[in-house]
Each structure stands twice: as structure tokens, then as C-alpha cells.
């Protein structure tokens, strides 16, 4: 097999190339922050004491950890234009309806995870700490800077990392609704060059690298904060 | 819904089978259960090399479990596309393709369980039974597997669940799985997409949710067994 890398140079391949990193980026960066919020909302809610709320919510996050999450996006992107009215469907036809539905999904679909994660952190402290921090004379606020806070992190942040890798990995599903990420990109220049390999292997690296700085990441934070006390 | 469910039930479920390949969610349930059998064994040398003592092994499983782990598994299923045939000489069909690279990807995780799983035994097993006589195989094979599966059954059990819900995905390749089933009846039915694929999640969400239901009972039965209660 002969590898050639000049289709790089010639059209503009690399400039797809750059445009699929850089919308797998953005997509990334708007899923996570979206689910970021959506989860504390969600973590919120369910500590309300009121028992339909709670069931609901947790209908919600059984819903996106069960189901896959390309059916998740196909669900948002083929299904929910048919609730919406015409004009506003129109509307949303006009301008990047792929990428705001692929948004949509992966925030939610994050949310439920990232709810979970934060939801253990919580939990995991028990009320005799803060009973105690109070007790040795410190302010509320004291006991959760110096206390509760730095103990729930170091069980939620190697999770919530975790799942920020996996959501990484997820924007890659949005290709099949046709938003014009990495590996859509791919997929269109191998149909246009034929040089399958190199496109291939470009992109993996890619994939790669973004993974490997979450995970080291992840590595860092575990050797940096370990955790206060076996669960 | 209900009416999607009525008339495409039987393709939803095993596809065009008896008039062509089994397809549907008994293909989906048929990749993810073989996808998860073929690479336990690929797992176990893995979790081996990464929990021994021998530089090299653990060197080469430490980078194959990081590479696998860091690549979607779309690209990985486009690489296998692209090598199997050149590799064997001969056209693989999509459902081989859509395995081989579900293997490739699950011995990574299922190798990071087999490893949590060597960890979690006290050394004192270990030691002990290297301490009586026994060879590292003997004691691997007789007294640290039969302990630590054990224990990882309900990792294992969830891993089931994660690799049932990533093969959803394998229908880009054109392998007749349940999701593949839903995007051809939403193209019979033009108007009822919503309905269609939320037909298609309930699918999932039901056998998911009662097999991730199943590892908590059989974690809970562990952890009671472990206590000497049961």
C-alpha cells in the first residue's frame, strides 16, 4: 500500500479537516456545558420533597442511560420537528437545525449522567461532618469551603471527567443526522479522495489526543486530590 | 405508537427474518452478546498483563486499553471496514465488520473491569497460595479467577448493557440491527418519525433497564455473601 498525503495540499481537504475539528469542538464545549447546567437543575429538583417530581426526574435520567445515544438524537432531530408548528419548524430548517438538535440531545443525554455523579459527591458526605464543622466553631460557609465541598469533589470530579470522555467519543454519533463534524468530514473526503488510510489515520490521532488530554486529566486530578476516605 | 407497534412489531424485532437474515433487536441482542463473549477472552489477557509484573505485556495492554478507550467507536467500525477486506482477501460481511470492531473496542473496557477485578483481592491470596507450592497459573487459574469473576459479574453484566446500546451505531455500515429496522419504517412511514423512534428506545430502554436491574440485584447478593449473611 502506498500512502500519499499530498490530497492534503490539493483542494480543500484540509480546510474540512478543520472545520469537522473544529465543530466536534464546539459541540463538545456547548453539550457540556449545557448538560453541566441541566444536571445541577436536575440534581435541585430532586431534592425537592415532592414524590411526581421526583419520579419524573428519575424517568428522565432511566430514559438516557437506557436508551443508546444515537436513538436519543434521532429521536430529537427526525421526531420533534413533528410536535413543533410549521413556522417554527420552518424557521429552524432555515438555519443549522443538525447542530442544534445534536446539541439538544447530547446536553440532556449528559445531564443525566453528570446528575448521578454530582448526586453521589452529595450523598457521600455524611451530616456529621457538617455537625462537626460547626461544632469546632466554623461559619456554614467555612464548613462547605473547607469540608463538605473538597470531599464531594474528589468523589465526583473522577466521574464527571469520565463521562466528559465518553461525551467527547458521543459527538461523533452526530454524524448521522449530518452535522459537519470530525468524522463526518471523514467520511466525505474518503468518498471524494479514495485516500482512505491517511484520512483515517489523521482523524484517529486527532481523537486520540483530545481523549488522552481528558484522561490525563483524570490521572492528574486522582493523584493531585485522592480521596479523603474509602466509600 | 401503538400502531407502529402493531404493524412493524415483527420487524422491529427480528427484521426480515424468515425471508432474508435475522435482523431486528434479535440481531442487536445477538452483536452485543457475542461482541461481549468473543472479546472476554482478548479482556482476560489484558487484565492479566495489566494487573502482573512483566513490563512489556503491561506496556502493550496499558496502550491498547488507552488507544481503544480514546477512539469513537464509529472510527474504529471505519477501520475495520477499510482493513478487513484488504487483510483477508475477500468481501466480510457488514455484521463480521461490526463485530470484529466491537470486539476490538470492548476488550478494552471489559479489560479495565478484569483488571479492577485481579486488584480488588487482598495480595494475601496471592501471596498464600504462591507460599503452598502453587505455579502463578495454578494460583491465577485456581484460586484468583474463580474469586475475582465473581466478583466482576455485575461489571460485566453492565458492560453487556453498554455494548447492547453501542451497537446502535453499526447501521452506518449497513448492518440490519433494530435501529437499521427504524430508519426503514420511517422511510415506509413518512409522517409517524417521532412515533417510530421512540418505538426504537423503548425497545432498548426495556431490555437495559431489566438487565442493568439484574447486575444491581446480583452486586446486592454479592455484597450480602461477602458479609457471610447469605
Known sequence: MEFDWGFLGTGNYAQKLATGVLTTLELFGTAWVGGFIIALLIVALRAVPFKPLGMLMRLFVEYHRNVPTVVQIMVWYFGMPQLLPDDLRMWINRGQSEFLFATVALSLNVSAYFSEDIRSGLRAIPHTQVEAGRSIGLSAVSVMRYVT????LRISVP???NRSLILFKDTSLAMVIGVTELTYQVKAIENLTFRSFEVFAI????YLACSLLIMGLGA???KRFPPAFKV | MLDILSNYGVMFLVGSWPNGPIG??????ILAGLGVLL???LALLIGLARAGSLRWPRYLATAWVYTFRGIPLVMIIFWAYFILPRMTGVTVPAFVTALCAIVIYESAFLGEIVRAGLQGLPAGQTEAARASGLSYAQTMWNVILPQAL???LPSLVNQFVSTIKATSIVYVIGVQEVTFAAQQINSIELNSALQTFLVLAAFYFVACYVIS???QLLEQKLARKRLGLA
Open chain 1, 149 to 152: 465541598v473538597p470531599q464531594a
Open chain 2, 150 to 152: 465473581t466478583n466482576m
Open chain 2, 213 to 215: 436491574s439484574l447486575a
Open chain 2, 39 to 41: 472479546s472476554f477472552p
Open chain 1, 220 to 222: 492528574w486530578f486522582g
Open chain 1, 203 to 206: 482523524s484517529t490521532l486527532i
Open chain 2, 24 to 29: 431486528g433487536f434479535a440481531a442487536t441482542i
Open chain 1, 159 to 161: 466521574p464527571l471527567l
